[in-house]
């Protein structure tokens, strides 16, 4: 079984500082790992996702992800925060099934 | 790609009143996912197809949920009755592979009063 702990439910940036977004996993297989944003009444889109191969995974709008089997963590990172980036994280992990444990959110917020 | 798309976007009904709720998958994809989210619980899986057969329905909370998909491009969620509790927002979403990253819908707001 897989799960997933996402750690911090409320981060607050200011406007260009780094954003760091932690995210551990708990897998019995090798696993698959996502983040995903949820804009307000929108639904959830992919941001990047790991697999195998390169553990650093670059995603869209300037975030990225490091795989780090040692200390089962797959942490969000964006090195400038825009005020775009104000919305809801979810990191999922799967054993490569179709079942995808979603953590319990965290919402940025960015400060102008 | 017009993505996955869901309707009604907004529902508000009385207790006890049947609720529908559709989704169009993105063409070419033969998973489709029901979720829902709310405050407390999160993101939950409701039910997966494959190939247009359910395969995995341990999520659905009770006998009063119902899911469908009577083709590869349209499914249906169904609650009958529907009770307060219900009141979440419900998410329909798709993929091409079992392990492929899910296309999610707007989602559908759904008030039972």
């Known amino acids: 079984a897989q799960s997933v702990t996402q750690l911090g439910s409320h981060v607050s940036v200011s406007e260009g500082a780094l954003v760091l977004l932690r995210c551990n996993y708990s897998s019995s297989v090798p696993p698959y790992l996502f983040w995903y944003v949820q804009y307000p009444n929108q639904g959830l889109q992919l941001l990047l996702k790991?697999?195998?191969?390169?553990?650093l995974v670059k995603g869209i709008n300037g975030f990225e992800a490091e795989f780090k089997k040692s200390e089962t963590s797959f942490h969000l990172t964006k090195p400038s925060a825009h005020m775009s980036d104000a919305a809801e994280y979810f990191c999922?992990?799967?054993?490569?099934?179709?079942?995808?444990?979603f953590g319990a959110g965290t919402t940025v917020t960015v400060r102008a | 790609d017009a993505g996955v798309i869901q309707s009604p976007r907004h529902e508000v009904t009385e207790m006890g009143q049947e609720v529908t709720l559709r989704c169009k998958p993105i063409s070419g994809h033969n998973s489709l996912f029901w979720y829902r989210q709310t405050m407390m619980r999160g993101l939950e899986l409701l039910i997966y197809f494959n190939n247009n057969v359910p395969i995995d329905d341990s999520g659905m909370p009770e006998d009063r949920f119902s899911a469908k998909m009577p083709n590869a491009s349209f499914s249906t969620l169904k609650i009958q009755p529907s009770e307060p509790r219900d009141s979440a927002v419900y998410f329909c979403?798709?993929?091409?592979?079992?392990?492929?990253?899910?296309?999610f819908g707007n989602g559908t707001r759904l008030t039972v009063t």
């Open positions: 979403a798709s993929s091409g592979q079992i392990s492929s990253p899910l296309h």
């Open positions: 790991y697999t195998t191969g390169a553990t």
């Open positions: 999922a992990v799967s054993g490569g099934d179709y079942k995808l444990s």
